[in-house]
């Protein structure tokens, strides 16, 4: 805050450099955000990637319960939810982090081990809290071009690996764009990775993927003792975005790092239940992704009809060329019911990335697209 906007009487805080440089997340509208803005009923979301068909019943229940324990403080260690989980994974116990949201595991990852100077490097468009995680800790974020097939340059990313690098994100699939690097290619790409770097890669959408033999299993990083972190999260296919749970997969000694940096009581009480729950449901998640898949040829067929050319995703959304200003796009269709996500965030600014829900959601945007895009000049 500049000294002239500052409340008269009082001096401007002073706020950091490295913050003065952060912008605040630009988080997708809300439902009822745009329903009071427009004046109008009815809108769905397909903006944040969230499970249109909700939390397994089990996690429902499972809050229920706890919903009486909350005069208590959740478990600092997480402990039910760790030996569930590592159980499940075969992975150590004591390599699990658990966080607010995988967001808040990636905040542990840039505090604890970047150094002022030090360097990361990320693929570009993707998840834009890795850079923030950089500038925070005064640190260079090296955005590396994805190929023009949407997919992680890996050579490019190593190439621009330098002795200041101490973090490098790969976000498998990718958001955006929904596309994945496959085992081989990754491989090589750790393996020759220097073994200071830490290698971040952000599976948020693992489960959407998991079932495509090209989806690479990286477990086994883990478990070899490789310089890796894992992420996962339980907003996604878990349908527990609100509750804010995710973790971080990782070797025991990095995980100890993270866990002093951890706020002991990050992850609540009712998120810990549920998330067993939820995990425990594999019924519901393997619910979540038929009905992905289902959503996807819904939207693969209707974008090819429409002549628009979109990236084959893997994860629980679309990343689409309107071929015009994508903001217009996007307004046009809230009127029509429909809160998307612009490409101009991520440097695309005719895309559009729209959430797969149900086969009544999709068909509601798929239905307002065309007559959307033929108001609209197309771009140059
Ligand atoms: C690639 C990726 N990573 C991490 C996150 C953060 O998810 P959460 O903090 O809800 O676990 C998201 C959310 O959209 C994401 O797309």
Same mark, same amino acid.
């Given at each position: 805050m500049s000294e002239e906007n500052s409340q008269v009487g009082y001096p401007a805080p002073n706020v950091t450099p490295n913050i003065t440089r952060l912008t605040p997340y630009r988080h997708g509208k809300s439902i009822q955000e745009v329903e009071r803005e427009l004046g109008i009923t009815g809108m769905i979301k397909l903006?944040?990637?969230?499970?249109?068909l909700g939390p397994s019943p089990l996690a429902i229940e499972a809050m229920q319960a706890y919903s009486g324990k909350m005069h208590l403080y959740p478990d600092a260690g997480t402990y039910d939810l760790q030996q569930f989980l590592a159980a499940k994974l075969n992975v150590d116990p004591e390599g699990l982090v658990f966080g607010n949201g995988s967001d808040d595991v990636i905040h542990l990852v840039g505090i604890t081990f970047l150094n002022e100077g030090d360097e990361v490097v990320q693929a570009h468009p993707s998840f834009v809290r890795y850079e923030a995680a950089a500038t925070l800790n005064n640190c260079a974020c090296h955005l590396v071009p994805l190929t023009s097939d949407w997919?992680?340059?890996l050579d490019a990313m190593l190439a621009a690996v330098n002795e200041k690098t101490r973090i490098v994100f790969i976000t498998n699939p990718n958001n955006p764009t929904g596309t994945i690097v496959g085992k081989q290619a990754l491989d090589a790409f750790l393996d020759a990775l220097p073994e200071r770097v830490i290698a971040v890669i952000?599976?948020?959408?693992?489960?959407y993927a998991a079932?495509?033999?090209?989806?690479?299993?990286?477990l086994p990083y883990v478990r070899e003792g490789k310089n890796v972190v894992?992420?996962?999260?339980f907003s996604?296919?878990?349908?527990?975005?609100?509750? *804010?749970? @995710?973790y971080g997969i990782t070797r025991p000694e990095i995980a100890s790092w993270l866990n002093r940096t951890r706020e002991p009581f990050n992850v609540n009480l009712m998120a810990q239940a549920a998330a067993i729950a939820a995990a425990a449901d594999t019924a519901h998640v393997e619910r979540t992704v038929a009905v992905n898949e289902a959503g996807k040829q819904q939207f693969y067929h209707a974008l090819?009809?429409?002549?628009?050319s979109y990236a084959p995703t893997y994860g629980n959304f679309i990343w689409f060329d309107t071929g015009r200003d994508s903001k217009q796009v996007y307004s046009k269709l809230l009127y029509a019911g429909?809160?998307? *996500?612009? @490409?101009d965030i991520f440097g695309a600014p005719t895309y559009l990335r729209v959430t797969i829900g149900t086969e009544a959601e999709n068909a509601k945007f798929l239905n307002a697209l065309p007559e959307v895009l033929a108001a609209i000049p197309t771009a140059e």
């Open positions: 903006a944040s990637n969230e499970n249109s997919i992680h340059d952000d599976e948020a959408y693992h489960e079932p495509d033999p090209d989806y690479p299993d990286c894992l992420l996962r999260t996604k296919a878990f349908g527990l975005a609100g509750l *804010r749970i @995710g090819a009809s429409f002549g628009l429909v809160i998307t *996500r612009t @490409g």
